[in-house]
C-alpha cells in the first residue's frame, strides 16, 4: 500500500513511476514549478556485463573516511552501518571521518534523531575541527517530524552539494519518527527505501548509527532489530565492543570489528578473530578536556590481539574462581568436583581449571572422598601459635 510520505519521497527523489507521455502541444501551466526533475533510472534491462568478462571491471573501494593508517573505512554509494552498545564510541567513530572528510573539501551529511547540534558540533570542534570548514561543508539535520513536502525540499537541497558522506544516527528514533515498527523487517526496508537510499544514489557512504542487543551471547553480528538490518546492508557493517570507558579526563577505547563485508575489500586489511568478525581498528579517545580531545583509529596488530585475548581468558578465569568459592563456602559440606560443576555457571573445563588453580594456590583444600571422588572445602584458618595468643 502506498502512503502519503512513499508519495512525496517518490517525488523529491525520484523514485517515482514513469511520467505521463511528452505533449509537444501542451505549453504547461506556467504557474506550475518548472524544476526539471531526473526520471527514474530504468534498472530492469540486462545489464551490460562486458566489463566484468573482460577484466576492467574495478570493485567499489571503501575510500570514505580512513584509519590512520590511510586504509579506508567506508563504501561511497553503498549502504554501511556501525552498531555497538551505548556509550561505545559510535559517535566519535563517526565524527572522526566527518573531520576527515571535511578537511579534504568534502560535503557531510549529518542525519540526527539522538542528539542536538551543540552535542555533535561540539564534539566535531573538540576534535580539531575549524569552525569555518564546519561551517561550509558540515550540514546537520535534526527532524523533528514526519518529513513533510517542504522538508524533503530542504534535504534535497542538502543532497545537491553532492556529499560524500551521510551519517543517520540514530536508526531506532528515525524508525518511530516515521512511524515504523523497528522489529518488523517490511518496515526496515520501507526505511531504507524512502529515507537511506535517496542519500545512497547521491553518491554518499551512507553510514547508520545503531545499537545491538545488551545480551552479549545472544548478539552475534546483529544490531537491534528485524534480521534486515544486516540483510539489507550492501557495504560494511562495524561492532563496537567497548575496552575503556569513555569520558572527559579519560583514555576510551573500544575495538572495531568487521560484521559484514559486502565488497570483500576490507577484512583483507584486519585481522582474523575467534568470534569469526575481523578486528579491524582500534578506536581511541584521549579526552584532555571539555574542548579537546585526541582521536586515533589505530591499525590492529596481532601482538596486542594475543595480549587482549589472554587479558581476556585470564578475566573469565578469574571470575569462575570468586564463584567457585562462594558456591563452597555456602555448601554444607566439602563438595565433589562434580558438585562444584553443578553450582557454577560455565564451560567445564574453564570450571576444572579454575578449581585447580584455586587448589594449587591454597585457597581451596582438596582431600580424598569416598568412591575416589576428591572433596573441596575451604581452608580453616591456622590456630595462632602459643606465643600469638598470649600476645
Given at each position: 500500500?502506498?502512503?502519503?510520505?512513499?508519495?512525496?519521497?517518490?517525488?523529491?527523489?525520484?523514485?517515482?513511476?514513469?511520467?505521463?507521455?511528452?505533449?509537444?502541444?501542451?505549453p504547461?501551466?506556467?504557474?506550475?514549478?518548472?524544476?526539471?526533475?531526473?526520471?527514474?533510472?530504468?534498472?530492469?534491462?540486462?545489464?551490460?556485463?562486458?566489463?566484468?568478462?573482460?577484466?576492467?571491471?574495478?570493485?567499489?573501494?571503501?575510500?570514505?573516511?580512513?584509519?590512520?593508517?590511510g586504509?579506508?573505512?567506508?563504501?561511497?554509494?553503498?549502504?554501511?552501518?556501525?552498531?555497538?552498545e551505548?556509550?561505545?564510541?559510535?559517535?566519535?567513530?563517526?565524527?572522526?571521518?566527518?573531520?576527515?572528510?571535511?578537511?579534504?573539501?568534502?560535503?557531510?551529511l549529518?542525519?540526527?534523531?539522538?542528539?542536538?547540534?551543540?552535542?555533535?558540533?561540539?564534539?566535531?570542534?573538540?576534535?580539531?575541527?575549524?569552525?569555518?570548514?564546519?561551517?561550509?561543508?558540515?550540514?546537520?539535520?535534526?527532524?523533528?517530524?514526519?518529513p513533510?513536502?517542504?522538508?524533503?525540499?530542504?534535504?534535497?537541497?542538502?543532497?545537491?552539494?553532492?556529499?560524500?558522506?551521510?551519517?543517520?544516527?540514530?536508526?531506532?528514533?528515525?524508525?518511530?519518527?516515521?512511524?515504523?515498527e523497528?522489529?518488523?523487517?517490511?518496515?526496515?526496508?520501507?526505511?531504507?527505501?524512502?529515507?537511506?537510499?535517496?542519500?545512497?544514489?547521491?553518491?554518499?557512504?551512507?553510514?547508520?548509527?545503531?545499537?545491538?542487543?545488551?545480551?552479549?551471547?545472544?548478539?552475534?553480528?546483529?544490531?537491534?532489530?528485524?534480521?534486515?538490518?544486516?540483510?539489507?546492508?550492501?557495504?560494511?557493517?562495524?561492532?563496537?565492543?567497548?575496552?575503556?570507558?569513555?569520558?572527559?579526563?579519560?583514555?576510551?577505547?573500544?575495538?572495531?570489528?568487521?560484521?559484514?563485508?559486502?565488497?570483500?575489500?576490507?577484512?583483507?586489511?584486519?585481522?582474523?578473530?575467534?568470534?569469526g568478525?575481523?578486528?579491524?581498528?582500534?578506536?581511541?579517545?584521549?579526552?584532555?578536556?571539555a574542548?579537546?580531545?585526541?582521536?586515533?583509529?589505530?591499525?590492529?596488530?596481532?601482538?596486542?590481539?594475543?595480549?587482549?585475548?589472554?587479558?581476556?581468558?585470564?578475566?573469565?578465569?578469574?571470575?569462575?574462581?570468586?564463584?567457585?568459592?562462594?558456591?563452597?563456602?555456602?555448601?554444607?559440606?566439602?563438595?565433589?568436583?562434580?558438585?562444584?560443576?553443578?553450582?557454577?555457571?560455565?564451560?567445564?573445563?574453564?570450571?576444572?581449571?579454575?578449581?585447580?588453580?584455586?587448589?594449587?594456590?591454597?585457597?581451596?583444600?582438596?582431600?580424598?572422598?569416598?568412591?575416589?571422588?576428591?572433596?573441596?572445602s575451604?581452608?580453616?584458618?591456622?590456630?595462632?601459635?602459643?606465643?600469638?595468643?598470649?600476645?
Amino acid at each position: 500500500m502506498t502512503t502519503d510520505l512513499d508519495a512525496s519521497m517518490d517525488a523529491y527523489f525520484g523514485v517515482d513511476e514513469e511520467p505521463p507521455p511528452y505533449d509537444p502541444g501542451d505549453p504547461g501551466d506556467p504557474e506550475q514549478d518548472d524544476t526539471v526533475r531526473e526520471p527514474a533510472p530504468r534498472t530492469w534491462a540486462a545489464q551490460d556485463l562486458r566489463s566484468v568478462l573482460d577484466g576492467t571491471y574495478t570493485p567499489p573501494k571503501p575510500s570514505v573516511g580512513r584509519r590512520d593508517d590511510g586504509v579506508g573505512l567506508f563504501y561511497p554509494g553503498r549502504m554501511n552501518s556501525v552498531a555497538s552498545e551505548s556509550e561505545a564510541g559510535k559517535t566519535w567513530f563517526a565524527l572522526i571521518a566527518c573531520l576527515q572528510e571535511i578537511n579534504d573539501g568534502n560535503h557531510v551529511l549529518y542525519l540526527d534523531f539522538e542528539d542536538d547540534a551543540g552535542g555533535v558540533v561540539g564534539r566535531l570542534l573538540c576534535l580539531g575541527a575549524h569552525p569555518d570548514t564546519v561551517l561550509e561543508f558540515f550540514h546537520y539535520v535534526r527532524p523533528e517530524n514526519s518529513p513533510s513536502d517542504i522538508d524533503l525540499i530542504d534535504l534535497a537541497a542538502v543532497l545537491e552539494t553532492s556529499p560524500t558522506l551521510a551519517i543517520v544516527d540514530g536508526v531506532t528514533e528515525g524508525m518511530s519518527l516515521f512511524g515504523l515498527e523497528l522489529k518488523d523487517n517490511t518496515d526496515i526496508a520501507k526505511f531504507g527505501r524512502v529515507l537511506l537510499r535517496p542519500l545512497q544514489n547521491a553518491g554518499a557512504a551512507v553510514v547508520t548509527l545503531d545499537h545491538v542487543v545488551k545480551s552479549a551471547e545472544n548478539r552475534g553480528r546483529y544490531s537491534i532489530g528485524g534480521v534486515h538490518k544486516l540483510n539489507g546492508l550492501n557495504g560494511v557493517m562495524y561492532i563496537l565492543e567497548n575496552r575503556r570507558p569513555f569520558g572527559i579526563g579519560l583514555t576510551g577505547k573500544s575495538t572495531i570489528r568487521v560484521a559484514k563485508d559486502r565488497p570483500a575489500q576490507i577484512r583483507k586489511n584486519g585481522l582474523p578473530h575467534s568470534s569469526g568478525m575481523h578486528w579491524y581498528a582500534d578506536l581511541v579517545v584521549k579526552s584532555e578536556s571539555a574542548e579537546f580531545a585526541e582521536a586515533h583509529l589505530y591499525a590492529p596488530r596481532a601482538r596486542d590481539e594475543d595480549e587482549r585475548e589472554d587479558d581476556e581468558d585470564q578475566k573469565r578465569i578469574a571470575g569462575i574462581k570468586r564463584k567457585i568459592l562462594d558456591a563452597i563456602g555456602k555448601a554444607r559440606e566439602p563438595l565433589t568436583g562434580k558438585g562444584v560443576e553443578d553450582r557454577v555457571v560455565g564451560k567445564a573445563a574453564d570450571i576444572r581449571r579454575a578449581l585447580a588453580d584455586l587448589v594449587d594456590s591454597g585457597h581451596v583444600d582438596a582431600c580424598p572422598g569416598p568412591r575416589n571422588a576428591t572433596l573441596h572445602s575451604i581452608p580453616t584458618p591456622a590456630a595462632p601459635a602459643p606465643e600469638e595468643a598470649a600476645a
